[in-house]
T-cell receptor, first 115, second 115 residues
């Protein structure tokens, strides 16, 4: 079975500081990993994905994520946070060895960027 | 291009009533997903379709829930009879065909309140 853990319910960071939102995963094969963002009363918006290749993936709005196979992690990062980055962030995984197309999501991490 | 379109955006209904949620996937997409989001359980996959055929409905809570996809551009999720514990945000999502890792795109959600 595939699963995702986001160990922090909330992350607080000051504007201009770097941010990290943590994600660890569990799959039997090599994972496909995703980050989505949800603003209040909106749907989920795709940020970035890791399939294979370079462990550092760049995505929308200046976000990036680093895949670490030995630690089974896929942490989301941004060098300099903006107040407008405040939102709910979801990590998701898909195990291609299962043939299953759907994503399994983590519980979400609320990012609060203070001015 | 239009994204995934869901209706209604908000619905308040009384316990015991039938609820029908509607979804129009992105044109050309052949995978369609229904997810439910609650505070307690996070994002859960209910069912997904490929080429209008249900592939995995293991997440459908019980017989009160049913989903159909009569054609490539329309899907419904029906709850009959509705109960207060069905109150949640229901998301429809779609992804493009092919064997690649195609991103799943979400609609804005249907906010359901059962009183």
């Amino acid at each position: 079975a595939q699963s995702v853990a986001q160990p922090e319910d909330q992350v607080n960071v000051a504007e201009g500081n770097p941010l990290t939102v943590k994600c660890t995963y569990s799959v039997s094969g090599n994972p496909y990993l995703f980050w989505y963002v949800q603003y209040p009363n909106r749907g989920l918006q795709f940020l970035l994905k890791y399939i294979t290749g370079d462990n550092l993936v760049k995505g929308s709005y200046g976000f990036e994520a680093e895949f670490n196979k030995s630690q089974t992690s896929f942490h989301l990062k941004k060098p300099s946070a903006l107040v407008s980055d405040s939102a709910l962030y979801f990590c998701a995984v898909r195990d291609p060895s299962t043939g299953r197309r759907a994503l399994t999501f983590g519980s979400g991490t609320r990012l609060q960027v203070q001015p | 291009d239009a994204g995934v379109i869901q209706s209604p955006r908000h619905e308040v209904t009384e316990m015991g009533q039938e609820v029908t949620l509607r979804c129009k996937p992105i044109s050309g997409h052949d995978y369609l997903f229904w997810y439910r989001q609650t505070m307690m359980r996070g994002l859960e996959l209910l069912i997904y379709f490929n080429n209008n055929v249900p592939i995995d409905d293991s997440g459908m809570p019980e017989d009160r829930f049913s989903a159909k996809m009569p054609n490539a551009s329309f899907s419904t999720l029906k709850i009959q009879p509705s109960e207060p514990r069905d109150s949640a945000v229901y998301f429809c999502a779609s992804s493009a065909p092919g064997t690649g890792v195609n991103t799943i795109y979400f609609g804005e959600g249907s906010w359901l309140t059962v009183v």
